[in-house]
């Protein structure tokens, strides 16, 4: 079984629609850390892969959460993922 890659588990996840962006909580507790840097929205516990989004209103919550869990699978090195839709973005996407 591979590590998973945050970053790429970042990614994966910001491009699905419906996702604004990756949510970090207050203060930055959903982060996976890495050397010097932290991935936000993403976090690493060792025995899953968490991700955490912001969507965007009107978008289907239970099909969004399949579809980042999909999306993100292959970089997850084999482990289960969890998707936690922690925010609702009435604005739009981030930086639109």
């Known amino acids: 079984m591979a590590d998973p890659d945050a ?3 970042a990614a994966a996840a ?3 629609p419906g996702v604004s962006a990756l949510h970090g909580g207050p203060g930055l507790e959903f982060a996976a850390y890495l050397p010097g840097r932290r991935v936000p929205g993403v976090r690493l516990p060792g025995d899953r892969v968490e991700v955490h989004v912001a969507a965007l ?3 289907v919550l239970p099909r969004l959460a399949e ?3 999909t ?13 936690h839709i922690d925010d609702i973005d009435v604005a739009g996407p981030a930086g639109a």
């Open 14 to 16: 910001r491009a699905v």
């Open 57 to 59: 209103y009107g978008t």
């Open 67 to 69: 579809e980042v869990r």
């Open 7 to 9: 970053d790429a588990i």
């Open 71 to 83: 999306a993100v699978a292959p970089a997850a090195g084999g482990l289960p993922v969890e998707v």
